[in-house]
């Protein structure tokens, strides 16, 4: 079955204790991307990837970093999060500029 | 800077009728604009996707159409059904591997 998956689903941790979501696809997709949903202020884009080893900022980068080291694998690292960081964490994949298609979403609540 | 709107943030209406979604951009150079629904706690499912050069794009009981001159898309939904309750976001590209969403509009369709 063709899914974006993301682990852990749900995490609660304290202020700046590093934390990875991972992310993964069997698609074969080139484009893979980071969002955060809160809100009041839909989904915004924090990183994106067009291809292994090519990453690129969205329009909220700060705080986070990615890395893509093989086709299908795209972590979100937090090395120091705050609890403004608390929020619905998102990943999708694409043949870009196809259709996207999304994780399940990984709800993260930092005290 | 592209922004993406979505008026009525939320919309009843009663089972069996037609209705319309709206999605509004202010940069017309847009690449494709996406349709999603999103179930609540859970992540986003495409609708349909729109090329630029393309005007509309039909699937089962929805028909989303493109006006990039006008900077607007809509999203029409036949016969409407309880089962179509949800959140549904438009998402454009700009061509920069960038995706903006709009902040949605929460449907509620009585029984």
């Known amino acids: 079955e063709a899914q974006v998956t993301q682990n852990p689903r749900y995490l609660i941790t304290v202020t700046g204790k590093k934390l990875t979501v991972t992310c993964s696809q069997n698609m074969n997709h080139e484009y893979m991307s980071w969002y955060r949903q809160d809100p009041g202020l839909g989904l915004r884009q924090i990183y994106y990837?067009?291809?292994?080893?090519?990453?690129d900022k969205g329009d909220v980068p700060e705080g986070y970093k990615v890395s893509r080291k093989e086709k299908r694998n795209f972590p979100l690292i937090l090395e120091s999060p705050s609890p403004n960081q608390t929020s619905l964490y998102f990943c999708?994949?694409?043949?870009?500029?196809?259709?996207?298609?999304f994780g399940p979403g990984t709800r993260l609540t930092v005290l | 800077k592209q922004e993406v709107t979505q008026i009525p943030a939320a919309l009843s209406v009663p089972e069996g009728e037609n209705l319309v979604l709206n999605c509004s951009f202010t940069d017309s150079a847009i690449y494709n604009l996406q349709w999603f629904r999103q179930d609540p706690g859970k992540g986003l499912t495409s609708l349909l996707l729109?090329?630029?050069?393309?005007r509309e794009q039909t699937s089962g009981r929805l028909n989303a159409s493109l006006d990039k001159s006008s900077g607007r898309s809509t999203l029409y939904i036949a016969a409407s059904q309880p089962g179509d309750s949800a959140t549904y976001l438009c998402a454009v590209s700009a061509g920069t591997y960038k995706y903006i969403f709009g902040t949605g509009t929460r449907l509620k369709v009585l029984a």
């Open positions: 729109i090329q630029s050069s393309q």
């Open positions: 990837s067009m291809n292994v080893e090519v990453t």
């Open positions: 999708a994949s694409s043949l870009y500029p196809d259709t996207q298609y």
